[in-house]
């Protein structure tokens, strides 16, 4: 089964042509990276009017490399939340298009669904059940992921994404979008003993995280160093916060594993390209004899061939959708509106 996905929810345009679920035949991606770097993030609205430039040219660039027509795709599959209001609605638009132009069913996917789904891509011997822990820019949850389109959240964070954490540091410290991926380089140089950081307790669910305390305070340090004229370790501020990040998320990791005795562990989401954070699940889940799942860094990112991955499983469970569907800035990965 072919299947043409599209992903549009932030400042990423995707298309990819994916068959059965595991196999990528092509994934076409614009990104829009440089353009946002002048303003320290994303900007909707140019964000949006650059998914509608690029979709069409991508949707045939993928046709082309696979040598594939139109008439050899089995459906059409989108993210249709969460992400970029307007951003999504561009995906969501064109993919009705061409499922109603083509008369092929039209397969609505969740984002964070997706992310699971990349490390389908990269380990075909992967199947439910396993545990996932989910982190990019505007999620981080612990997921029981019981059947290819049930699952369950065991926890999440209460307030800010650890993405986005580590992008509104990098950027408070003056390096490029996306400053997660820079504040990861400077890490592996510095000292994570220099600076102490502060790490979330556990409330009344302990798989719950918290990043918002850590985050101020490390803002806080930082503008503490401008304001007396202290010369910052930024290597070393780098390396404890990644450590805290990773302090906050792995030991809810292993709880997960031993009170609910699954012995496989994926990571998915941009977040997952972090090596910090790829070592200690690694050495954690090895010590409780866990199988580890990460997906390449390719996969990691926002990417439509993750989309076609669960779209697959999400056609097979009959999740389909008609020309009534609509884009959401926000859904639970269970399916419902927030």
């Known amino acids: ?37 002048i ?29 594939l027509t ?56 992967l199947e439910p059940p396993f545990l996932c822990l989910v982190v990019s820019g505007g999620h981080t949850m612990i997921v029981e992921v019981e059947d290819y389109t049930k699952m369950e959240i065991l926890g999440t964070t209460l307030d800010d994404a650890a993405g986005e954490c580590f992008d509104k540091v990098g950027r408070v410290l003056g390096m490029p979008y996306p400053g997660g991926a820079a504040l990861d380089r400077a890490a592996q140089q510095g000292d994570e003993t220099k600076y102490t950081l502060p790490r979330s307790k556990p409330g009344e669910n302990p798989y719950n995280m918290s990043f918002s305390g850590l985050k101020t305070a490390a803002l806080n340090l930082i503008h503490h160093a401008e304001q007396v004229g202290e010369e910052l370790d930024i290597p070393s501020l780098c390396a404890a916060f990644t ?37 200690d699940i690694l050495a954690a889940a090895q010590k409780l004899g866990a199988q580890v799942y990460m997906p390449p860094l390719s996969l990691c990112g926002d990417n439509g061939a ?29 399916g419902e509106t927030l």
Request: with cysteine; hydrophobic share 50%; proline share 3%.
């Open 1 to 37: 089964m072919n299947i043409l996905a599209v992903e549009s929810s932030c400042d990423e345009t995707a298309v990819a042509i994916v068959r059965d679920g595991r196999e990528v035949l092509t994934d076409c991606i614009a990104s829009q990276v440089d353009l946002h770097r």
């Open 39 to 67: 303003y320290g993030g994303v900007v909707p609205e140019i964000a949006s009017r650059k998914h509608i430039e690029a979709i069409y040219g991508l949707a045939d660039q993928a046709l082309a490399q696979t040598g």
């Open 70 to 125: 139109r008439a050899d795709l089995d459906a059409v599959a989108v993210t249709y939340a969460p992400g970029l209001i307007g951003a999504v609605l561009v995906g969501v638009n064109f993919a009705k298009a061409a499922a109603l132009a083509m008369n092929k069913p039209l397969i609505p996917v969740h984002h964070i669904r997706g992310h699971i789904a990349a490390n389908y891509l990269a380990y075909p011997d």
């Open 243 to 279: 450590a805290a990040v990773s302090d906050t998320l792995v030991p809810r990791v292993v709880m997960a594993l031993e009170q609910t005795g699954h012995k496989k562990i994926a990571v998915a989401g941009g977040v997952a390209a972090n090596s910090r954070i790829r070592a």
């Open 306 to 334: 993750m989309i076609g991955a669960q779209a697959y499983y999400e056609y097979l469970a009959g999740n389909l959708a008609d020309m009534s569907l609509n884009a959401y800035a926000t859904k639970s990965i269970l």
